[in-house]
Each structure stands twice: as C-alpha cells, then as structure tokens.
DNA sequence: TCGGCACTACACTGTGCAGTGTACTTCTCG
DNA sequence: CGAGAAGTACACTGCACAGTGTAGTGCCGA
C-alpha cells in the first residue's frame, strides 16, 4: 500500500499522493462527481499543487489509468513449455490475465475510465491496444504449439479470441458491469477449466483417453 | 424513420418529439454533456414541456433507454425444432442477438446508457437480468435438445454462458467500446460459424469422431 | 363557441465546479 | 546559510446547467 512514499523528492512525494487519491476518488465517486478540490483536500495538498503535477482533470484521470495500467503489466507472463501439459499452460494464461480481477483498485476504476473513455473514442482505441497486447502473447504460444504439433489451429488469432471471450465473457466484463459478484477463486477456476476443456476439444492434438487432467 | 408521428394527441407527438430528440442528443453528445435546454430545442418543444413529460434528466434516459429495448424486444425468438440442424438452430440464435448489433442507434445509446448506469449498481443490476432473459431461451433450447439426445451437456447455464461469451466477445463488447468496426455480414458469419463449430465440437451429440461417452 | 389542458417564452435561482493569479511560506540542496 | 524550487492559502472568474415559477397562448373536444 504505501510503499512508494519513501525517500523520494518532496515533489515526488506530492505526486504520489495526489495519484494515490485521485484514484480512490475517482473509484468511489465517479469522475464527473469527483471535484478537484476534493482530490487536493484527500491527498492533503493544495489545489495549485495539483494543477501544477497535471495538466487539468482529464490528464489526471489519464495519469492515474497510466499508473495502474502500468503498474499490472509488471505480471508474469507465460511461454511455451513443450514439457508442460497445454492445460496446465493455458491455465496460467488465464489465470494471469484474470489476477486484474483481484484487484478491487483496478476493476472500480476502470469502470471509470471506461465510462469517460467511452467518449473519447481516439483514446479507447488507443489504450485497448496495449491492454490487448498480452492477447497477444496467446497468439505466440498458440504457434509455438502449433509448430510443435501440440494443437492444430488454422486461425491463430480467432482460436485465441475464441479463449479469451471465454473467459472474459464469464469472468470479466459481468464483474465490470456489476452484474455478478466478484468469483470465488474456486468458481473462477471452475470456468477456467470449462473454457479450457472447450478448448482443447476442439483445438488440442494430444488428447490421450479422458485426460481431465486432474492437476 | 417517421413512423410514430401520426394520428396522436398533440401531447403524444410531443413526447415523441422529445424522445427521438434525445436519443440522438445522447447517442451523439453523450450523457453530461447533453444539456435539457438543448434536448427541447432539438425536439422543437419548450423545455418545461421536458420537464412535464419526463421527471428529470435521469428519467428521460431511463425513458429513452426502455424505448430502445421495447423496440429491440420485438424481435423473433427461437424454438427447439427436432428437425433442423444443430448448427443452424444456434446460428439463428446468434443472429437474432446480433440483430441488435446493426441498429447503430441502439448501440451507440447503449454506449452512453452503460456508462451511465455504471455508476448506478442496482439500475444496472436490474436492467441486465432483463437483457439477459434472452439468454435464457437457450438454456431452455439446451434442456430440450439435451431431453432429446442431441447434446450431452451436464451444465447447461455454463454452456449457454459459454455460447454467449464466444459470440459476444468476438462480436459485441468490441464493437460497444469501439475498439472494432462493426462486423460485415461475412465477418460476423464467420465468427458465429467458428462458435458453433466450437460449441458443438465438444457438446453436439451428433459428432461421429471423437466421442466422449463418458456417462 | 367555450372551457380547460397542454404548450410556450422567459426569466431566474442556485449550485457546483474547473481553472487561474498571487502573495506568502516551507523545503531542499549546494 | 541562502537562493530558488515547490507548495500553500484563498480569493475570484466564468461558466454551464438542472430545475422552477409564471403569465400568457394555442389547441382540441364537447
């Protein structure tokens, strides 16, 4: 929590601060309730101040997404392991790109900045790129395995959106929207191994007899 | 286009009026930057006859928004029919929620309605249980086929979510935030052909290949 | 033709807030 | 210590907009 508050520049110091309250304002109250005085009198610091570290609202909303954002890609990610079981492998993949979920901080606000964003169409394309990026990295390994005789795929790009809309569309955006409650890591991992199954019945090469590999 | 305008009170027309102004006024501007003075002058009405008609901003939304899924519920359903295909039974599912998907009025509204409602849990709570009773006609679909020997599906909510999630992700949520064009026909027949292909590979009961009995 | 309902024009309240300008204080670092 | 960078307090501009009150006008049905 407050471990990146130390020995650094007063000014640095502030900053942190104001990002570190402008998003829990932002998560509660929305953006448009939120009042920049509010987030100076949260953060403990004049409303110059903040003026003077961000540009305005927006670019501050901007700088908070940016911290979060940046802030999660530091997860691990997966590669291709021709000695793991492909379950297992997706698996990891699925459980990575969900441990966003877990993180209450992050899911509130980005139903904020989803919000906002919505209007601003430029900036959605933008972002949903780089956060699209890890999609990417399914793709890698789907070739990976692929070239290895692991998985017989045409499509790479479909057969890995086909994965992900399975997941997000039962984990992800019904938590987003507030439409279902947050998962228990055992429901979660219910509808991992359901997506996975669906999955490698179709797509996977090795199946030997009933492998619902129990790991 | 003009079609609800004709042969009603004067107070009907009206309110009409006012509704098709503020679709558009809504779907173009979004939700705060859409001024009430601006709606009545877009409909060609005076702002306190807004106010007469509708309790409020927030009210007129809800409104418009009821208006769109009336509008949009009027669309065909579909029934088991032991006869036809598997596959052309779901297609007809997914194209009848995808239907929705080429009125661009509706999904621009619904862009602005969801970032709206995001910050009203229990409007979105509510209003979501209505959308997804569509979402319900397959679970039912499953039951039948299922009575019938054609799919050997155990979990019937998760292989409908499931369904779900393969459509919408590929074809709804990406289209919603504007990170993709809205499909071509091909596109999207492509994609639902790939979800069934997928769906039916692990729970179709007709597949000769790769049975898993398992019972 | 007339009574009343719906609509209009418009002024007005009240608020909430983004963003700025400035004189003053505190911190930090050489 | 001393200078300058950074922060503070606060007053203030300007605006946009939700929502209301009212006096008058047009419309529609009996």
Chains 1, 2 share one sequence.
Do not use: C
Request: net charge positive; glycine share 6%.
């Amino acid at each position: 929590m407050a471990d990146e508050s130390e020995g650094e520049t007063r000014s640095e110091r502030k900053r942190a601060a104001i990002l570190r309250a402008a998003t829990t304002a932002f998560r509660d109250e929305g953006y448009e309730s939120t009042s920049m005085d509010r987030i100076a009198a949260l953060a403990g610091v004049s409303k110059r101040t903040v003026y003077n570290h961000f540009g305005g609202k927006e670019a501050l909303l901007g700088a908070v997404f940016e911290h979060h954002l940046a802030r999660l890609a530091s997860r691990a990610r997966v590669d291709w392991e021709p000695a793991r079981p492909l379950a297992a492998q997706l698996r990891a993949f699925a459980r990575a790109k969900l441990a966003t979920l877990e993180d209450p901080v992050w899911t509130g606000l980005l139903r904020v900045a989803l919000g906002v964003f919505m209007h601003h169409p430029d900036l959605v394309r933008e972002t949903a790129l780089r956060a699209s990026r890890s999609d990417d990295a399914l793709v890698s390994w789907l070739r990976a395995a692929s070239a290895a005789g692991r998985v017989r795929v045409d499509d790479r790009e479909r057969a890995a959106a086909q994965f992900w809309a399975l997941i997000k569309g039962e984990l992800f955006w019904p938590v987003i929207f507030g439409v279902r409650e947050p998962p228990t890591p055992a429901q979660r991992d219910a509808v991992i191994d359901g997506a996975i199954e669906l999955f490698l019945e179709r797509y996977g090469a090795e199946r030997p007899a009933t492998g619902r590999g129990a790991s």
